[in-house]
């Protein structure tokens, strides 16, 4: 389920990127993209630090048992 979020957030914030690339005359369209390109990459920025956490703890105590796809 992460993976998808992850690169679901990814497509999100690459369709932001061209939105604000193409709308270069209309301020109010530049100003909304770019306010979803920040929060796209907060978003990224702690799915990816959790999911870095949840492998780091599950790994640390021996508890690979309960998310197989890490060990």
């Known amino acids: 389920l992460i993976p998808i979020l992850v690169g ?8 932001y990127v061209v939105s604000y690339v193409i709308n270069q005359r209309n301020a109010e369209e530049r100003a909304k993209a770019a306010q979803f390109m920040i929060w796209g990459i907060i978003a990224l920025f702690v799915m990816v630090s959790v999911w870095g956490l949840v492998a780091f703890v599950t790994t640390t105590f021996g508890l690979g048992f309960l998310i197989p796809q890490l060990q």
Do not use: P
């Open 8 to 15: 679901l957030a990814v497509v999100l914030f690459m369709w």
